[in-house]
């Protein structure tokens, strides 16, 4: 089992390297080093054929390494075959950050005079003019009806933790890269150098006006969730809390496929969830809307439930009203026994084998802590769970991207659960026989999430006047 | 003289049309059009053959118009000729505008699993920690040094005063499209909600983690003095304001070209200026440094002077100190007379062909006044100037791109006097024989004004430690 939590570790590991290796041209060669870069468990991304002579073939080898030890450790193994020469070592992540992942393009070639005179003085006042008269024109004649924010205060940064704005800008980069090329929505990093919820409510109400929606990123809990209800209430669009309403989708996504696969209905669901953060308490509210009676959630100390006397806050205990109404104690180890639906969005280890297999029948074990989670995909299927996945297989990227677009596209006032709701049903539709979701790298997905958020957006009445 | 003002006024026109004409395809049919769009004084912009078969050709024909009522007496002078049929009427400027001016791209492709991991999680974590053990590595790993804001508050938009943030939007976005297109500065339109300067200030300083640069833009003085010399304080980057800083530059580079035609010092000019708004006093300033030591400035009681009794500010008064050392007192035409520089930031046909006639030996007439003139340029040299232009002679948008570029690239922590010179003096080098100024859209004029302005900011000092 160690072997293979290692192994987890390593596929998790953020340095991205590419190896640039000239060998000598004889068949087995590359076997040879492969064998050797996995005698020291590093996994291999892409290889790519780079070029050809006579005598040599330079091959391309992206690796994935824990540290830098482990990078210099996996150099050396392949130096010691003097069959191949190392060219160049390139940290591929930082070479694809730099400059930033994201621009800003001119939607028109800007070649003539009348060009100049049209997007810019004199022709732009016109367009001034008519947003003036009717302020709702600039949802047609500016970009709003495209752009978003990503507002974040770099409090919460996926598992790094609070590493504050600045440090958190390359996540908000990658994330509008993937909305820009996902689905054409334009998102701007929204940085706030602040740590005060009503600061940052501020700030966000008195710049919205440049947004069609907001999207709230990486802030730690509780504050996210003061500053998404308020924003909410506040402004005329949709508020979306990432690391809440996208992670609940994508996990409603699976769970509607792996339900499907395993023969049972909602409602015969017996749930554990493992996290009562940000994550957790949406997932906790959103499993309840799909029809899941029976959800205990559980923080560190255990199981929450209504009074309990240690360890809660305004927050646990709204979530403690609307879940475990029998007021199951104990903890993650003592719940879990019988119950057949295992939600983590916790710590990394935190599931053993044993308490996977003292789930009841046919369970299901959605292990989604970040960057490693409660126990290997392997390990549960191993310890007799039906179904198993890890945060590598449920991101949330096949979620946000479709539902920005559908909003945008309804011109929605918020993304309400029917929204949610239709982008889950729509991702489960889309998963093929094997797989609990598609493939988030086709683009036809993400067209057909939209076209279905757009669609309930108008049914739920998530649209309406003014906007 | 006033049917050159009214064609003035129709030049200046907002309402861009595009008429796609068909005609018998005759020789001279296009003429007798053309004749009598003339007639009711329309000017053209491009005229486009989009289609021809055995007996007609179809022409777009760009028109400029002052209201409606003007283009559909256009329109009806067009009809009037039985072989022209008018196929189709385009508002282009609302048809550029529409879906906005800019979009954010991603710099990447994401076509593979690959890409995902390092753009976004797992991989985008080592460069969030390379930030967060050094910030000043987020200049070569985000996007930051090449991104600006364009922030106003919508106060003082173009011709148009007071129309709010919403409405300045398609300014803000041709703006950020003149930025992307000519010099790849990736520019965010920030509009802001509110009219209290330190409101704004806040707000920007809070965000400001996000840019590499901050453009003022279009707020009303005396409110953009403060938000722009109180954020140059706290920040540690440019801020910028276009409207005095950019006006000023271009004003410069033009005075050059225009004392190198007439063969005069700055030393030697006697400089009359009407308007004492953000771009009448950054002008001022500028031209003092620049050596010109005779300086009056008009507002709309006369010459400023100091411990004049009337209609005077704070802002005013410090201008009083360092301008009209003589204490001239007067209106505009009073004060004119002899004197051989005249430059105009203030309101249209405020200037008559007799206050250029009163002027001194080969006078230069500046008259910026937007969208139009203090005097027509063909009066003013009908009159005595020997050298007269208007605002769309001197357009900022030779200045700006290439010190934002230029800024960025020396990682400047501000834009001072010096890099403004090298813009002004790069301009004049760069303009023809014939020309005051260069053409914007040759786009190898923003890359020599922006290798000037990295010089100039490396040798001032403009550039430093931390950044």
Known sequence: MTSDINWQERYHAALIVTVRLRLVDVPGYLA????????????LGDIRLIDVDGRFKT???????????????????????????????????????????????SRHALDSLMDLRMIYTPGVASVCEKIHADPSCAWDYTGIAHRIAIVTNGTAVLGLGDIGPLASLPV???????????????AEPFLINSRDSDEIIDTVERCAL???AIQIEDIAAPDCFVIESELQKRLDMPVFHDDQH??????????IS??????????????????????????????????????????????????????????KQDLA???????VQGTLAEVLPGRNLFIGVSRPNLVTQEMVASMGDKSIVFALANPVSEIAVADALEAGAAIALDGRGMNNALAYPGLFRGALDARAKTINREMMLATAERLADLAGEECLLPNMLDLEVHRS????????????GATGEGR
Chains 1, 2 share one sequence.
């Open 449 to 460: 999430v939209a076209e279905a958020v757009r669609k309930a957006a108008v049914r739920s």
């Open 59 to 105: 091959r391309d080898l992206q690796m994935f390494f824990i540290d830098e030890e482990h990078r210099d450790r996996t150099l050396e193994a392949i130096r010691r075959h003097d069959f191949a020469e190392i060219l160049q070592v390139t940290d591929e992540v930082l070479e694809i950050h730099r400059g930033g992942a994201i621009e800003t393009r």
């Open 321 to 327: 009203e609307v879940t475990n109404s029998e007021r």
């Open 210 to 212: 440049n947004f069609g």
């Open 246 to 255: 996208g992670t609940a989708t994508v996990c409603i996504a699976g769970l």
């Open 32 to 43: 040879e080093v492969l064998a050797s870069i996995a005698s020291v468990r590093t996994p």
């Open 172 to 186: 908000m980069e990658g994330k509008a890269a993937i909305l820009a090329y996902f689905v054409g929505v334009s």
């Open 258 to 315: 792996a339900l499907r696969q395993v023969g049972r209905s909602p409602s015969e669901c017996r749930a554990v969830l493992s996290g009562a953060g940000a994550a957790g308490s949406a997932i906790a509210r959103f499993l309840i809307d799909f029809g899941v009676q029976d959800v205990v959630v559980c923080d560190s100390v255990g199981a929450i439930y209504s009074g309990r006397p240690e360890r809660m806050n305004a927050w």
